[in-house]
């Protein structure tokens, strides 16, 4: 059964936050808010976690493509190539916010990353989930909740995404209401940046 735990961008509790930060050490999955919709992430390092995230999306892992949720730029080297300036410089005008970028993945991915060519980096302007990895000391692997209905794409409403995920992970932080449009996708791997998801992200 999932713990809900009431986290606010205006006071992030630390107590709270190490709860957090402690599930994700031990393997468990969270549902966090952020700049768009609310997400579920896990220890990307954790094999297990990653595909118990991978059943909940009704994948398999090696063909999933969760983004990596960072909390500034400076783990891009972990993950990718070397850009160049002027994408560096796109990068971090563009960073926080509503953007998953798509970069080349190079050879140090986590083991659930192996075999990708690309990867997809996301730094949220949400406190709450940038405290979460830098109290972690790393990234965590993300992908949006998505809701059957067909009218309504993305849950905005915790408690009913808590009820919906209950037995599914292990904590559903309550941040109030998310947003329902997800974040835009750029592609960066081809030297203009190309959009392929029009979201919340407008330049």
């Known amino acids: 059964m999932a713990k809900i735990l009431k986290i606010y961008p205006d006071n992030p509790q630390e107590n709270?936050?190490?709860?957090?930060?402690?599930?994700?050490?031990?393997?468990?999955?969270?549902?966090?808010?952020?700049?768009?919709?609310?997400?579920?992430?896990?220890?990307?390092?954790?094999?297990?976690?990653?595909?118990?995230?991978?059943?909940?999306?009704?994948?398999?892992?090696?063909?999933?493509?969760?983004?990596?949720?960072?909390?500034?730029?400076?783990?891009?080297?972990?993950?990718?190539?070397?850009?160049?300036?002027?994408?560096?410089?796109?990068?971090?005008?563009?960073?926080?916010?509503?953007?998953?970028?798509?970069?080349?993945?190079?050879?140090?991915?986590?083991?659930?990353?192996?075999?990708?060519?690309?990867?997809?980096?996301?730094?949220p302007d949400h406190i709450i989930p940038q405290l979460i990895v830098q109290k972690l000391g790393h990234p965590i692997a993300s992908t949006s909740i998505k809701d059957d209905d067909e009218v309504i794409e993305y849950s905005t409403d915790p408690e009913l995404i808590a009820e919906k995920y209950d037995h599914l992970v292990d904590i559903v932080i309550d941040s109030g209401y998310g947003d329902n449009v997800a974040s835009t996708i750029v592609d960066l791997t081809t030297g203009e940046p190309e959009i392929l998801r029009q979201g919340k992200g407008v330049f």
């Open 16 to 123: 709270l936050l190490d709860q957090v930060v402690r599930t994700l050490k031990n393997g468990g999955l969270i549902i966090y808010p952020s700049d768009t919709v609310y997400a579920l992430g896990c220890n990307i390092f954790d094999i297990r976690a990653m595909e118990k995230l991978a059943q909940i999306k009704k994948i398999k892992l090696e063909k999933a493509h969760f983004s990596i949720i960072c909390n500034d730029l400076s783990h891009l080297s972990e993950f990718s190539r070397p850009i160049d300036t002027s994408t560096f410089r796109y990068l971090k005008n563009n960073v926080p916010g509503p953007f998953t970028f798509i970069l080349e993945a190079n050879k140090n991915l986590p083991l659930a990353y192996k075999g990708n060519k690309t990867v997809g980096i996301r730094v």
